[in-house]
Nanobody, 123 residues
Framework: VQLQASGGGMVQAGGSLRLSCAVS????????MAWFRQAPGKEREFVAA????????RYGDSVKGRFTISRVNVRRTVYLQMNNLKPEDTAVYYC?????????????????WGHGTQVTVSS
């Protein structure tokens, strides 16, 4: 599984960004997907996850109501719409994939990772 994240950048507080994660090297869409983020000096933090059929969605407490995860399986792409961004959202954002089910997602639940994309929110 190869994952390519894109869409990061710099934005002012209150602004929006949409991250994309393109999945390749697979023969089916049966992968659960997630976004995690990591700020300098901090542990990797769960942001959002979506099951392969989009029936199971989870969000980290700090992003609920502001971020939305979605997927378009025919494009093998997962999105993270981020609205009302705050300076504390500044981090490198990573997408991850795995076929195992998730409940309270942690990095250990996902075996495939892409390179991150930097999101910087200025105050």
């Amino acid at each position: 599984v190869q994952l390519q994240a894109s869409g990061g950048g710099m934005v002012q507080a209150g602004g929006s960004l949409r991250l994309s994660c393109a999945v390749s090297g697979v023969t089916d869409n049966g992968y659960n997907m997630a976004w995690f983020r990591q700020a300098p000096g901090k542990e990797r933090e769960f942001v959002a996850a979506i099951s392969w059929g989009a029936t199971n969605l989870r969000y980290g407490d700090s992003v609920k109501g502001r971020f939305t995860i979605s997927r378009v399986n025919v494009r093998r792409t997962v999105y993270l719409q981020m609205n009302n961004l705050k300076p504390e959202d500044t981090a490198v954002y990573y997408c991850a994939a795995d076929k195992r089910s998730f409940y309270n997602p942690t990095p250990a639940d996902f075996g495939s990772w892409g390179h991150g994309t930097q999101v910087t929110v200025s105050s």
